[in-house]
């Protein structure tokens, strides 16, 4: 489809194990974006990046996580050594990466962890 | 820190009535305003933007206000249909930033009653 495309929708996962979240942006989409969203609560930035600048990732919550982008598309957002506080659902972006453009999300990635 | 602020968890309305979905922000440097919706196990929707040099946008039942001044804009939705009930989240972009970071409000249930 032409939207974002996020994988898998739903993780299921012990404590302790690493997972990794997929996100395919919409094409010629240069800025993308993770976000994450707690039961009940707002979207908390995680990470930004925008074309072969280096990513912004003042927003991860700790060195557990980690994200990758291959040029401007695919991006793979890591969690190793899950706890259950990552409990989330993690909703990935894109946008033009110009002024006065929109985000555009996907349908995020429920991760639950036992 | 949370910049940006919507604090009315939640909303009902009667159909056919006018919504008012508020938010507040705190950081000056704010030049872009987004509106998204969200329905459950969906990721968010954009709805409709202002820029810092407009004071209303209009978009259909949507209009979105902006008063720099009071760091406040307010979405106006007339008139409320059921299929608006979701929640409505604000967000914002300092363009002047180097990064294109947007800010996320914590978002605002909407019911309306039919």
Known sequence: ?114 | DQQVKQNSPSLSVQEGRISILNCDYTNSMFDYFLWYKKYPAEGPTFLISISSIKDKNEDGRFTVFLNKSAKHLSLHIVPSQPGDSAVYFCAAQPLSNTGNQFYFGTGTSLTVIP
Request: hydrophobic fraction near 30%.
């Open chain 1, 1 to 114: 489809g032409a939207g974002v495309s996020q994988s898998p929708s739903n993780k299921v996962t012990e404590k302790g194990k690493d997972v990794e979240l997929r996100c395919d942006p919409i094409s010629g989409h240069t800025a993308l974006y993770w976000y994450r969203q707690r039961l009940g609560q707002g979207l908390e930035f995680l990470i930004y990046f925008q074309g072969n600048s280096a990513p912004d990732k003042s927003g991860l919550p700790s060195d557990r996580f980690s994200a990758e982008r291959t040029g401007e598309s695919v991006s793979t957002l890591t969690i190793q050594r899950t706890q259950q506080e990552d409990s989330a659902v993690y909703l990935c972006a894109s946008s033009w990466g110009q002024a006065l453009q929109p985000q555009h999300f996907g349908d995020g990635t429920r991760l639950s962890i036992l």
